[in-house]
C-alpha cells in the first residue's frame, strides 16, 4: 500500500471575479521509506500541492489517500484527525513555541495526539535523544541554534508514528553543513521507521538524499 498517493489533482482559487487554476491534473504518489524530493519554481503549485496532501487544503477535483484513508473534500471535518493520525510537518520558519522549551515543544504535540503526562514526557525525552538533543531538552528556542530548532521540529513530527512526513524547504534558513547534516537525519529516519518523506525544496542537496525527484512546473507534473 502506498503511503500517500494524489491522483488526478485540480486545484482553483477565486481571486475577486476570476478563478484561477493552480493545480492541472497532477499525480504523485510515495511509498513507505520513500524519499522523495518535490522541485519547482515559485508559483509552480508545489506549495499548494502539499497543503492538499497534508490535509490542510481541499482539492477541488481528483482524489487523495493518505495512509489507506481517502480525504473526502466533502467531509472538511475529518481533515484534522487524518493530520494527526497519519502526517507529521517539519516547516522552513521551525514553528516552535518560543515560550517552550525543546522537551515541552515535543510533549506539545504528544499532548495533540492524545498522550499526556509521565508517558509524554518520556516519548518525548526519547525522541529527542533519536534527533541527538538529549542535552538540550531544558532550552527554549531563543538558546537553540538553526540546526537544533530543525531537530526539534523533526522530533515533533515524529511523535505518533506518522505515515508520512511532508517538509516545506527544511533547509532553507540553515547553513550548508547543518542543511546537510539534517537531511541525512531525515533520510535516516525515514528509511528505519519506513516513512514515506516528501520533501519540497530548491536546496539541490536534498537530491544527494532522495531516492527520486519530481519537478513541476505551471501546475503540473513535468516529465
Known amino acids: 500500500m502506498l503511503a500517500i498517493e494524489a491522483t488526478d489533482i485540480v486545484k482553483t482559487f477565486q481571486e475577486g471575479r476570476e478563478r484561477v487554476l493552480v493545480l492541472k491534473g497532477v499525480s504523485l504518489a510515495v511509498a513507505p521509506g520513500e524519499v522523495v524530493a518535490l522541485e519547482g519554481p515559485s508559483g509552480s503549485g508545489k506549495t499548494t500541492l502539499l497543503s492538499i496532501l497534508g490535509c490542510i487544503l481541499t482539492a477541488t477535483s481528483g ?6 484513508l481517502l480525504v473526502d473534500p466533502a467531509r472538511p471535518s475529518r481533515l ?3 493530520r494527526k493520525k ?3 510537518f517539519v516547516f522552513q520558519q521551525f514553528n516552535l513555541f518560543p515560550a517552550l ?3 515541552e515543544n515535543v510533549e506539545y504535540a504528544l499532548n495533540i495526539k492524545g498522550t499526556k503526562g509521565a508517558a509524554a514526557h518520556a516519548e518525548a525525552e526519547r525522541i ?3 534527533v541527538g538533543l538529549s542535552d538540550r531538552k531544558e532550552f527554549l528556542p531563543r538558546d537553540l541554534s538553526g540546526g537544533q530548532k530543525q531537530r526539534v521540529a523533526i522530533a515533533r513530527a ?3 508514528s506518522p505515515a508520512v512526513i511532508l517538509a516545506d524547504e527544511p533547509t532553507a534558513n540553515l547553513d550548508s553543513q547543518v542543511g546537510t547534516q539534517i537531511l541525512e537525519l531525515f533520510r535516516a529516519l525515514a528509511k ?3 516513512r514515506a518523506l516528501l520533501i519540497v525544496t530548491h536546496d539541490p542537496k536534498v537530491r544527494e538524499v532522495s531516492d527520486r525527484v ?3 512546473r505551471d501546475g503540473k507534473i513535468a516529465a
Not at 482524489?63 to 489507506?68: C, H, I, L, R
Open 128 to 130: 529527542l535523544d533519536v
Open 214 to 216: 519530481v519537478k513541476i
Open 101 to 103: 522549551t525543546a522537551l
Open 86 to 88: 497519519s502526517i507529521g
Open 63 to 68: 482524489q487523495v489517500t493518505v495512509d489507506g
Open 158 to 160: 515524529l511523535v505518533g
Open 192 to 194: 528505519k521507521d519506513n
Open 80 to 82: 484534522p484527525q487524518i
